[in-house]
């Protein structure tokens, strides 16, 4: 017997595996937001009175803004009076100096999480800094990492010890008031990570963060920032889970990069927040702001991301190529299941001579989920030599779901080659049979099938993270077959 | 900055001086619309890439001024050219108003045209810009091809225009319907005479009944200091067919939008475009395919060829509703940049709610293929010549995909003409 197309969709219904609630006493201010909180917030985080006056400006721009409502989804509106800005662990004061230190429930849920944070430190020889909830508790191979002369450490750490890198960098690539979260962020961001890397130097490991979130009606505001100097090259990675929620959360991220002369930043995510349940109910919203700036000649800057989670993505990874031969490329998978919604894509500004680009884009969409890809690609008069190409498929799965392109382009220079394609699809009846009868089951068949429709986009991730989403697409689809 | 505002009151003025016929209603229903909603300004997404202050700007001067209405000696000209170059039973709408000595019997048979005006139903005027249309509307034309007819000689609505001495507005309206199992072909030619700025404003639908074919050829060449927004609006009956054309090569600001909404399965819908813009030209065309049920095609190309500091805008949108199966939606662009100042926007938009369909689109923006052109060279032809040749393959393209056989040649040389045009323009 043929399989049954619309039974596909009964296959993918397992239920979030990292839902759960580590029950630590945090430190939470209470909720609603002014200009005491922003100050508060600056306060416990004991920065210098240049930081403070850098949130209220953006504060201050937040507040006559509006929020965004040009993106393909829909979601009741949010009370920004109705969240709380700041929550860290207790254990603030006292800090952990190594792994030991660390709270073990802290490491109970990274084990939850299938991330033995220490075995898969020296194993992998990864250097994580995790981010949990809002400050950063651990963070390993730094001597390493500062032997080679690289600053990665969180981002409050790097306002007290290089208070000049933060000042020249910061709110460079994404300014305050570039849109209604950027500024939110600006004002109330809590922690995140920032990395230096300088001159000449190739980052000798990847480096990761593990994002969580964690107490209930606490917004995650993260802020990152990476400066790679001249000839330098790092590649970063950023996973995360979040537990299981009814009530809505949400995360409004800002991540800047800057690549100097010749410097090359490769930034991988595999976004796994949960999702919401079945019928739509709770899960994460999840706005965010990435940018990365070519700054200088023959620079690079790569995004990969596979989004599998958040009841809501809106996020939209760019580059500005400034700098002449400067490269961006941006690779991605986004799974939109049962009622998620997801709006993403990228901006390719091109701005130097001979600045190139690369977009692929896989959409999947099943259950009752909308998945729109947007992206602008902008060739400014004086960027003789652009060339982008683009290439963004659908893949439908089920009757009920949504697939769209917005793709965008403004042309302002006779010497640019922009070229655009996008196909749209579903897995057909005969594709399903075929593998059918090769002996695969029709979970395993569509699987293979949406991992072949990603492969593109999976061989730019660093090996590790690469298994790590197929599994994770996998899982995520389940339910959505079957 | 403020978008520009329409100046209600004259506005009010000008539609309370028009004759108490049977669109009076209609009017005054439309102008309540227009002052609810306004005008789209460039915050609204469809109107991200053109600003229509230009065109509220002739109108508002158009409102607060003496209207001219002496016929022109040039303007008789310019009909009597258009209406010998293009074999057609032919129309004429001259600065919004019938002209009576065409709008008479038709020889063939199957076709009757009447004035909207007789009939005294309400005008549709939701979408924008309608509105105003509706408001300022004279009188419009009801052309209808009765059911099995199939009229050998396309039908000409020639849209014309003159602005001498003061700024210039008109409103068109033409309302075609064909009746189940006929076939019809029409021309639309708009242009446009005169040193005063102007602005035309054009409203047509389009019924398609049952196993209907329509194909039609839009043609703008308007002054180059004229500037004009339209609207065609079809509906597609069951099996039926429609095919459509557009051919801009004048005017300084243009806006085209062009919706196709696929109610009934079986409808095959193509329309492709060419549009070549130099100087200070702005083109924007909008166009959207509303598949509400499958099986059903659309396809569509437009293609570009934009010079000195104009714009190119294109927009293509295909909505493939839930249970559309069977929908084959697929939209292509290509763009000629021929100038280091010129511009083209283009966005190609696919919104499906449905899995068992196919869509793609496809669209390219850069210049003249430099080995092509250093062949051309290598075979003696001149730069300029290379360029003409390789510019003139270009539009080719579409002009062959013009669905009036009877009109290649005619459309060939007016599109060599502009180019040749347009390639001096650019300094080659």
């Given at each position: 017997m043929?399989?049954?197309?619309?039974?596909?969709?009964?296959?993918?219904?397992?239920?979030?595996?990292?839902?759960?609630?580590?029950?630590i006493?945090?430190?939470?201010?209470?909720?609603?937001?002014?200009?005491?909180?922003?100050?508060a917030?600056?306060?416990?985080?004991?920065?210098p009175?240049?930081?403070?006056?850098w949130?209220?400006?953006?504060?201050?721009?937040?507040?006559?803004?509006?929020?965004?409502?040009?993106?393909?989804?829909?979601?009741?509106?949010?009370?920004?009076?109705?969240?709380?800005?700041?929550?860290?662990?207790?254990?603030?004061?006292?800090?952990?100096?190594?792994?030991?230190?660390?709270?073990?429930?802290?490491?109970?849920?990274?084990?939850?999480?299938?991330?033995?944070?220490h075995?898969?430190?020296?194993?992998?020889?990864v250097?994580?800094?995790?981010?949990?909830?809002?400050v950063s508790?651990?963070?390993?191979f730094?001597?390493?990492?500062?032997?080679?002369?690289?600053?990665?450490?969180?981002?409050?750490?790097?306002?007290?010890?290089?208070?000049?890198?933060?000042?020249?960098?910061?709110?460079?690539?994404?300014?305050?008031?570039?849109?209604?979260?950027?500024?939110?962020?600006?004002?109330?961001?809590?922690?995140?990570?920032?990395?230096?890397?300088?001159?000449?130097?190739?980052?000798?490991?990847?480096?990761s963060?593990?994002?969580?979130?964690?107490?209930?009606?606490?917004?995650?505001?993260?802020?990152?920032?990476?400066?790679?100097?001249?000839?330098?090259?790092?590649?970063?990675?950023?996973?995360?889970?979040?537990?299981m929620?009814?009530?809505?959360?949400?995360?409004?991220?800002?991540?800047?990069?800057?690549?100097?002369?010749?410097?090359?930043?490769?930034?991988?995510?595999?976004?796994n927040?949960?999702?919401?349940d079945?019928n739509?109910?709770?899960?994460?919203y999840?706005?965010?702001?990435?940018?990365g700036?070519c700054?200088?000649a023959?620079?690079k800057?790569s995004?990969?991301?596979?989004?599998?989670?958040?009841?809501?993505?809106?996020?939209?990874?760019?580059?500005i190529?400034r700098?002449?031969?400067?490269?961006?490329?941006?690779?991605?998978?986004a799974?939109?299941?049962?009622y998620?919604?997801?709006?993403?894509?990228?901006?390719?500004?091109?701005?130097?001579r001979?600045?190139?680009?690369?977009?692929?884009?896989?959409?999947?969409?099943?259950?009752?989920?909308?998945?729109?890809?947007?992206?602008?690609?902008?060739?400014?008069?004086?960027?003789?030599?652009?060339?982008?190409?683009t290439q963004?498929?659908?893949?439908?799965?089920?009757?009920?779901?949504?697939?769209?392109?917005?793709?965008?382009?403004?042309i302002?220079?006779?010497?640019?080659?922009?070229?655009?394609?996008?196909?749209?699809?579903?897995?057909?009846?005969?594709?399903?049979?075929?593998?059918?009868?090769?002996?695969?089951?029709?979970?395993?068949?569509?699987?293979?099938?949406?991992?072949?429709?990603?492969?593109?986009?999976?061989?730019?991730?660093?090996?590790?993270?690469?298994?790590?989403?197929?599994?994770?697409?996998?899982?995520?689809?389940?339910?959505?077959?079957? | 900055?403020?978008p520009?505002?329409?100046?209600?009151?004259a506005?009010?003025?000008?539609?309370?001086?028009?004759?108490?016929?049977r669109?009076?209603?209609?009017?005054?229903?439309?102008?309540?619309?227009?002052?609810?909603?306004?005008?789209p300004?460039t915050?609204?997404e469809?109107?991200?890439?053109?600003d229509?202050a230009?065109?509220?700007?002739?109108?508002?001067?158009?409102?607060?001024?003496?209207?001219?209405?002496?016929?022109s000696?040039?303007?008789?000209?310019?009909?009597?050219?258009?209406?010998?170059?293009?074999?057609?039973?032919?129309?004429?709408?001259?600065?919004g108003a019938?002209?009576?000595?065409f709008?008479?019997?038709?020889?063939?048979?199957?076709?009757?045209?009447?004035?909207?005006s007789e009939?005294?139903?309400?005008?549709?005027?939701?979408?924008?810009?309608?509105d105003?249309?509706?408001?300022?509307?004279?009188?419009?034309?009801?052309?209808?091809?009765?059911?099995?007819?199939?009229?050998?000689?396309?039908?000409?609505?020639?849209?014309?225009?003159?602005?001498?001495?003061?700024?210039?507005?008109?409103?068109?309206?033409?309302?075609?319907?064909?009746?189940?199992?006929?076939?019809?072909?029409?021309?639309?030619?708009?242009?446009?005479?005169?040193?005063?700025?102007?602005?035309?404003?054009?409203?047509?639908?389009?019924?398609l009944?049952?196993?209907?074919?329509?194909?039609?050829?839009?043609?703008?060449?308007?002054?180059?200091?004229?500037?004009?927004?339209?609207?065609?609006s079809?509906?597609?009956?069951?099996d039926?067919?429609?095919?459509h054309?557009?051919?801009d090569?004048?005017?300084?600001?243009?806006?085209?939008?062009?919706?196709?909404?696929?109610?009934?399965?079986?409808?095959?819908?193509?329309?492709?475009?060419l549009?070549?813009?130099?100087?200070?030209?702005?083109?924007?065309?909008?166009?959207?395919?509303?598949?509400?049920?499958?099986?059903?095609?659309?396809?569509?190309?437009?293609?570009?060829?934009?010079?000195?500091?104009?714009?190119?805008?294109?927009n293509?949108?295909?909505?493939?509703?839930?249970?559309?199966?069977?929908?084959?939606?697929?939209?292509?662009?290509?763009?000629?940049?021929?100038?280091?100042?010129?511009?083209?926007?283009?966005?190609?938009?696919?919104?499906?709610?449905?899995?068992?369909?196919?869509?793609?689109?496809?669209t390219?923006?850069?210049?003249?293929?430099?080995?092509?052109?250093?062949?051309?060279?290598?075979?003696?032809?001149?730069?300029?010549?290379?360029?003409?040749?390789?510019?003139?393959?270009?539009?080719?393209?579409?002009?062959?995909?013009?669905?009036?056989?009877?009109?290649?040649?005619?459309?060939?040389?007016?599109?060599?003409?502009?180019?040749?045009n347009?390639?001096?323009?650019?300094?080659?």
């Open positions: 043929a399989p049954d197309p619309d039974n596909i969709e009964s296959l993918v219904s397992r239920r979030y595996e990292h839902g759960f609630v580590t029950d006493a945090a430190d939470t201010m209470p909720p609603g937001l002014d200009e005491d909180v922003v100050r917030i600056s306060a416990r985080k004991n920065e009175e240049f930081m403070l006056e949130r209220l400006r953006a504060y201050r721009q937040w507040r006559d803004m509006q929020e965004p409502a040009w993106a393909h989804v829909h979601y009741p509106p949010i009370d920004f009076e109705a969240i709380s800005y700041f929550s860290a662990p207790m254990s603030d004061d006292d800090r952990p100096k190594s792994l030991d230190e660390v709270d073990p429930k802290l490491l109970e849920t990274y084990d939850k999480l299938g991330i033995p944070l075995e898969r430190a020296r194993l992998a020889g250097a994580v800094d995790a981010v949990f909830d809002s508790v651990a963070t390993t730094k001597e390493k990492l500062s032997e080679a002369g690289i600053i990665f450490c969180p981002f409050s750490e790097a306002v007290e010890n290089h208070p000049e890198l933060v000042k020249k960098y910061l709110g460079t690539v994404v300014p305050q008031r570039d849109n209604f979260y950027a500024a939110l962020n600006s004002a109330v961001f809590s922690d995140g990570s920032f990395v230096y890397v300088p001159k000449g130097v190739r980052c000798p490991m990847e480096l963060t593990y994002f969580r979130i964690n107490a209930a009606n606490t917004g995650q505001f993260e802020r990152t920032l990476i400066i790679a100097d001249e000839g330098s090259y790092v590649s970063y990675l950023e996973g995360c889970t979040a537990p929620r009814d009530e809505n959360q949400l995360h409004a991220a800002v991540v800047e990069l800057v690549a100097l002369d010749n410097a090359e930043i490769k930034y991988s995510t595999v976004q927040w949960y999702p919401g079945e739509g109910k709770g899960g994460i999840n706005f965010v702001t990435k940018r700036d700054r200088g023959n620079s800057i995004w990969t991301q596979v989004e599998t989670g958040s009841a809501i993505t809106w996020k939209y990874p760019s580059c190529l700098g002449d031969n400067s490269v961006g490329e941006f690779y991605s998978v799974v939109a299941n049962n998620q919604q997801a709006d993403t894509g990228t901006k390719m500004i091109h701005i130097g001979n600045t190139s680009s690369t977009i692929v884009s896989k959409g999947i969409s099943a259950g009752h989920a909308q998945n729109a890809y947007r992206g602008l690609v902008r060739v400014m008069p004086q960027a003789d030599g652009a060339r982008n190409h963004c498929d659908s893949l439908l799965i089920g009757k009920k779901c949504g697939a769209h392109t917005f793709p965008y382009m403004e302002r220079n006779p010497g640019a080659k922009v070229e655009h394609e996008a196909t749209t699809s579903k897995i057909s009846a005969n594709q399903l049979f075929y593998c059918r009868q090769r002996g695969l089951s029709e979970e395993d068949a569509v699987n293979m099938i949406v991992n072949g429709f990603c492969k593109e986009v999976f061989k730019e991730l660093p090996m590790e993270f690469a298994v790590e989403a197929q599994a994770l697409l996998n899982v995520s689809l389940e339910g959505a077959v079957g | 900055m403020k520009a505002a329409l100046s209600f009151e506005l009010r003025d000008a539609v309370e001086r028009l004759p108490d016929d669109l009076a209603s209609s009017r005054r229903a439309a102008l309540a619309h227009l002052a609810e909603h306004g005008l300004t915050r609204n469809d109107w991200k890439y053109t229509l230009p065109v509220i700007d002739i109108s508002n001067r158009w409102l607060q001024r003496e209207r001219e209405t002496a016929p000696h040039e303007r008789e000209k310019m009909v009597e050219q258009v209406c010998r170059s293009i074999d057609a039973d032919w129309l004429v709408i001259c600065d019938i002209d009576n000595r709008a008479t019997d038709f020889e063939q048979p199957g076709i009757s045209v009447t004035r909207l009939h005294g139903g309400e005008l549709q005027f939701g979408m924008p810009l309608s105003l249309n509706a408001a300022l509307l004279q009188d419009g034309l009801r052309i209808h091809i009765a059911g099995g007819a199939t009229p050998s000689r396309p039908v000409g609505i020639l849209l014309i225009d003159h602005a001498a001495t003061s700024p210039g507005m008109s409103q068109a309206r033409i309302e075609i319907e064909l009746e189940a199992n006929s076939a019809a072909s029409f021309v639309e030619y708009h242009v446009s005479s005169g040193a005063a700025d102007h602005y035309a404003n054009t409203v047509t639908t389009l019924r009944g049952d196993n209907s074919r329509a194909d039609c050829v839009r043609i703008q060449n308007r002054a180059g200091n004229h500037s004009q927004t339209g609207r065609l079809v509906v597609s009956g069951r039926s067919r429609f095919r054309c557009a051919f090569l004048g005017g300084k600001f243009i806006r085209n939008d062009l919706h196709v909404d696929i109610a009934r399965p079986g409808a095959q819908v193509e329309f492709n475009g549009y070549l813009a130099g100087d200070q030209q702005h083109i924007d065309n909008h166009t959207r395919a509303d598949h509400r049920v499958g099986p059903a095609t659309s396809t569509q190309e437009y293609r570009g060829i934009v010079a000195g500091s104009a714009r190119g805008v294109w293509g949108k295909a909505i493939v509703y839930e249970g559309a199966d069977g929908t084959d939606a697929s939209q292509t662009n290509h763009n000629l940049l021929l100038s280091d100042k010129a511009e083209v926007d283009a966005k190609p938009e696919l919104e499906i709610y449905a899995d068992d369909v196919k869509c793609s689109h496809g390219t923006v850069g210049e003249l293929d430099e080995t092509a052109l250093f062949y051309l060279r290598t075979r003696g032809l001149s730069e300029h010549e290379a360029k003409q040749v390789l510019t003139r393959a270009f539009a080719q393209a579409i002009v062959s995909k013009s669905p009036i056989a009877s009109m290649h040649d005619t459309l060939a040389d007016r599109i060599a003409d502009r180019l040749a347009l390639l001096q323009g650019a300094g080659a």
